[in-house]
């Protein structure tokens, strides 16, 4: 994944469900349908947990849409 360094976030209650991440991805111009790459976790120097929402042009390797999102819904 092309996501900066990242880490697996405590087991705490998850605020946001997949589907409002890609509500939240439309939103920002996420094209869809499309496959995403969806993590959730903490960013390095970032103390709250977020979402990571990716789409590739897998053919030709490149990143299509790319964005962040705090777990808060």
Do not use: N, Y
């Not at 900066?4 to 439309?26: D, E, K, M, Y």
């Not at 390095?44 to 042009?57: L, M, N, Q, S, Y």
């Amino acid at each position: 994944m092309a996501f900066g360094p990242f880490a697996l976030s405590t087991p705490t209650p998850i605020r946001c469900t997949i589907s409002q991440v890609w509500q939240r991805a439309i939103a920002a111009g996420a094209p869809h349908p499309s496959l995403a790459d969806i993590v959730l976790g903490l960013e390095v120097g970032h103390p709250t947990r977020a979402w990571k929402f990716e789409i590739k042009d897998r053919a030709k390797g490149t990143v299509v849409f790319t964005k962040t999102f705090a777990d808060d819904c």
